[in-house]
């Protein structure tokens, strides 16, 4: 593992050298599991499914989910936050180009009444603007 609180207090031994180690004959105080990524946000089920499988009252079992809310939370926010931004962002691009593009068509009026007296339609003009808004939003993007 590459956390350092951890690598500094844990070791990994087998059961047999740390009984010997600590001189408590056949007694286990705690086992930790670890369980696959697929499964990592199941943690809750399966510590319950555990749980009632060994059905012993003095057995406690707990999971990562449990002791570290707080690390949830704050994995929450910022991905609440993260999408805030990313509409906020979203909004200020579509009033950038909506107001470029109502420049543009403040200063094309007069090609536009010329287009219009030679049979353009309000639709087709207004798709001009759409096709030049879209480029202009595409362009934006790559730069």
């Known amino acids: 593992m590459k956390v350092s609180a951890l690598n500094s207090s844990w070791g990994v031994t087998t059961l047999a050298n740390v009984q010997d180690l600590l001189g408590v004959g056949d007694k286990v105080s705690s086992i930790e599991s670890q369980i696959k990524d697929a499964y990592i946000f199941k943690a809750q089920t399966i510590a319950a499914s555990i749980e009632t499988t060994l059905n012993s009252g003095n057995l406690v079992v707990t999971n990562w989910i449990d002791n570290n809310q707080e690390l949830l939370s704050g994995l929450q926010g910022q991905s609440i936050s993260s999408i805030m931004i990313q509409v906020f962002v979203m909004i ?31 639709g087709d003009a207004s798709l001009v603007f759409l096709y030049e808004g879209l480029i202009l939003g595409i362009l934006g993007a790559l730069l």
Request: hydrophobic share 60%; glycine share 10%.
């Open 92 to 122: 200020s691009v579509v009033l950038g180009i909506a107001s470029v593009l109502a420049i543009i068509v403040m200063q094309k009026s007069k090609q536009i009444g010329i287009l219009k007296a030679m049979g353009l339609k309000d």
